[in-house]
């Protein structure tokens, strides 16, 4: 591994302009408060369509948990980032007048594109929705660098492990043939293609990450990272298929976090491109989550269920480029960053859920 302080990367980023779009999200204000906090000049846009207060507060509002603990951490996101100053504007990166008057404005010189129907689950239940929030935002995103190709030094483009598909072995690398599956990955390997064809044609500097199951504090996505601690103190079983052998690699969103500011810091800027893996580089069971979720919730109720015929067979992603390249040394394995997540979101149920649980 490569040691280059964090320090380093910070200084590299002195002077930067950061803007994250679709940044309201779970990755998005967890990195907009590093970049705050390392001092860089950091601005959100985001519509707030995708785990929103509408989706919490009125679509589910027959959930009276979901509802108040999702809308308190959506609540606890704003404060953190106004406290942190950030700069935060209301909107849709599909309509490329209101971007462009946000870049006109704010004069980014790295921008990070997150918009999307984040879950491949919800965006199978809507293609079109999918296909339009991923790439017709992309496609401004695009442009925009384009037009300001003097400014702009890095866009960022968050794609997905999802691309890779159905695993072959136990792991895969940046080297491995994507062979993505289904609308969500299928946007996700189209938005790399195109984010490569902007950098070939028009010298862009670009950068690729792809992450993978990531979980902590103040997400809302209900993934399985949530669900399981969620269903634990609902007294909901925890739903294991086919005994939960499936495989993850799951990540503590520090870790991305960091990996992504050193990524942003270390880019080469105009005519360099990059892909990275960024997640902890250790592929764990469904069994080995829930089994953290029982220690922390002795109460919680496992249940095995048949194994779903069309589930995904994943694995690990291999890091070595990103710990020789950004010298990204993940330091939460599963053991202390999930259990740390369930400590803290015990805390927040009895502080916001109480005995109306
Ligand atoms: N969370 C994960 O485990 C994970 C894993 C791999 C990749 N990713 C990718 O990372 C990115 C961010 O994921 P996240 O977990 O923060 O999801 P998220 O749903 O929390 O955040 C996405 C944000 O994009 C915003 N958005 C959607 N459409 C928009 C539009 N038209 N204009 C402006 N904003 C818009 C949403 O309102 C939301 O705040 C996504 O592209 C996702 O696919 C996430």
Same mark, same amino acid.
């Given at each position: 591994m490569t040691d280059i302080p964090f320090s380093t990367v910070i200084e590299k980023l002195s002077g930067s302009r950061v803007l994250l779009v679709g940044g309201a999200g779970f990755i998005g204000h967890n990195l907009a408060m590093l970049l705050r906090a390392s001092n860089v000049e950091t601005m959100v846009l985001d519509?707030?369509?995708?785990? +929103?207060m509408v989706d919490n507060a009125?679509?589910? =509002?027959?959930?009276l948990t979901k509802r108040k603990l999702n809308i308190h951490f959506l609540m606890s996101r704003f404060d953190m980032m106004r406290d942190a100053g950030v700069h935060l504007q209301n909107c849709d990166a599909r309509n490329f007048a209101d971007m462009a008057q946000a870049f006109d404005a704010f004069k980014p010189t790295k921008v990070v594109h997150l918009a999307a129907i984040a879950s491949a689950v919800e965006a199978r239940k809507n293609p079109g929705l999918c296909f339009d929030l991923q790439l017709t935002t992309l496609r401004n995103v695009l442009e925009l660098c384009r037009l300001n190709h003097e400014q702009v030094e890095t866009l960022m483009l968050l794609s997905s +492990?999802?691309?890779?598909?159905?695993?072959?072995?136990?792991s895969v690398d940046e080297t491995t043939r994507p062979r993505p599956r289904g609308i969500y990955a299928n946007t996700k390997y189209m938005a790399e293609r195109l984010v490569r064809t902007y950098h070939h044609t028009d010298r862009l500097g670009t950068c690729i990450i792809r992450p993978s199951a990531l979980y902590g504090e =103040?997400?809302? +996505?209900? =993934?399985v990272s949530q669900a399981f601690i969620e269903n634990a103190l609902a007294g909901r079983p925890l739903l294991l298929e086919g005994g939960g052998d499936g495989r993850l690699d799951f990540t503590y969103i520090e870790d991305l976090a960091e990996g992504m500011v050193r990524a942003l810091g270390l880019h080469g800027g105009r005519g360099s491109s990059d892909t990275f893996n960024l997640t902890y580089g250790n592929a764990r069971t469904i069994a080995e989550l829930a089994a953290i979720v029982k220690e922390v919730v002795p109460t919680a109720i496992l249940e095995e269920r048949p194994r779903a015929v069309e589930k995904p067979v994943r694995g690990t992603l291999r890091m070595d480029k990103a710990r020789e390249r950004l010298g990204f040394n993940p330091s939460w394995p599963l053991e202390r960053g999930y259990r740390q997540y369930c400590e803290w979101y015990v805390e927040e149920w009895r502080k916001v859920v109480g005995a109306n649980a």
């Open positions: 519509n707030m369509m995708v785990n +929103s009125f679509h589910d =509002r027959g959930d +492990s999802t691309v890779y598909g159905d695993f072959e072995g136990d =103040r997400c809302v +996505s209900r =993934r």
